[in-house]
């Protein structure tokens, strides 16, 4: 077992020191921090979403800034497109590859910031999502994994952890997202 826990952080720390030395994230990131901070100031709001573990990290990102991270302060508006029922409801009536495409384009306005994570990139869902907030004016941001998939250079930020897991990717993408609050709330 203890082999076994040894190699998982290793490979975790590898993983993070791989994102690390790509310098490009570093300003991507600082980046996104900028865009969405301006986006807050400006009285827009961020939009959120992903499957699976990403939809918990998509509902985590959203909580935090509407309630807070490390700092009292007021809250933001931030939607995780996440609610069950608009999920089963669009899923019955128009196909799971329209949940979060209906989501955006019932909430988004122009200047909002949308945010899709895929860990593969190639999520259907999270793509037309992101098709659907370019088309209403908003800002687009993926969180992506592997080699981007075909969301990579289709928005107007990505962030490509180069990781084959789904679990190192996500582990990263939740970093990325503590740091962008953190740095909101500088």
Known sequence: MTQLINSSL?????????FIEDKTNIQTISDITE?????????NKVIIFGNGGSMCDAMHFAEELTGRFRKER????AIAISDPSHLTCVANDYGFDEVFAR??????????????ISTS????????ALE????????TIALLGKDGGKLKDACDFEL???????????????????????GIEA
């Open 121 to 128: 990139g190639n999520s259907p869902n999270v793509i037309r």
């Open 103 to 116: 989501g955006v384009e019932a909430y988004a306005q122009p200047n909002d910031v949308v945010i899709g």
């Open 74 to 77: 007021a809250p933001y508006p």
């Open 10 to 18: 290793s490979k975790a720390q590898n993983t993070l020191a791989d």
């Open 160 to 182: 490509i952890v180069k990781a084959e897991t789904t679990d190192r990717i996500q582990e990263i993408h939740t970093l990325v997202l503590h740091i962008i609050i953190e």
């Open 132 to 139: 659907r907030a370019q088309k209403l004016g908003c800002f």
């Open 35 to 43: 865009l969405i901070k301006s986006a807050l100031i400006s009285k």
